[in-house]
């Protein structure tokens, strides 16, 4: 069987927890899965609940794997369901949110927000067209918290160096260019207090992009597309974020053909690896089932995939919120 994760908010809008959905089946085969030290650290790290209607149907042997790794059971209506535009709020006496709330229309930009979204989108089309880095150099002279989180994350990679970084170009070169496009592709999800929908947005797409890494590697491409498949992960959900149709979003930027057949028309090797991902968050197992087949993907490596790319999303918050705290 499929194991489907769903991401939940907690009442300050921030991924709480994950809700396990396990599509049809035999569950007792997920039993190693469970059993594995991958799926206890994401359960040590995110607090893991499953529905009492579903948790029925499992069997006891494997229920209990789960509440010994620290699954919660839930009733349903522990979990409010929110889709529309605009805020949401969390009832009283319900724990957590869930819903598509946040892959709705932004609110409209205002000060900072638009400011570093700009700016780093600006980055993302100069990295992508390998412009001098001087060009790139000179926009992070103009947002601070771009320079900053920049400064900070090569810090990090170079600790026990005791390499002092003294410009923005010496910081853009150790980082290296393809981390450097990473990043900032990361960067332009990360928290904005503006924006209500930022941190499931920035967990939502740090799983898709991982997930698409890994499924690319598993399937037997090379690195590039490896790297190209996480490209896509990524701005498959620019339109939403910026609240425009992605073909407009994707115009600037110089990006392959391969990209934008996929992103536009799901076309190509990344164009089924991006319909697996859309099959796997509607939690609909008999399309990714057929997708898996035809990758020639077991589904027990889906699965484990699947609970890695969560652990790294787990990962990208916490650098994300350490930026913001500083």
Known sequence: PILFLHLLADRKLNPGAVMLDIGSGEPELLSPLFGNADFAAL???LPCVIGTNEASLLPAGLLQTLQDQGCRLIEGNAVHQADGQGKPVLPPGMEWLGGGWYLTPPPKPVGSQTLSRAMALKLVQLVAADADTREIEEIFRHDPTLSYQLLRIVNSLSM???????SFSQAILLLGRQQLRRWLNLM???A?????????????VAVRARTMELLAKASGLDRSAQELAFMAGMFSLLGILFGQPLTEVLKPLQVSDVLVDALLKNEGDLGRLLQAIDASERGDAEALAA???????PTAEFNSINI???RWMLGVIKENEGGARA
């Open 43 to 45: 359960a040590a790290e």
């Open 160 to 166: 026990g160096t005791n390499k002092k970084i003294s």
């Open 188 to 190: 332009l999800f990360a």
């Open 192 to 204: 904005r207090k503006e924006d209500p929908r930022s941190a499931m947005l920035l967990a939502r």
């Open 291 to 297: 997708l898996l087949g035809q990758m020639q993907l």
């Open 308 to 310: 890695e790319s969560h």
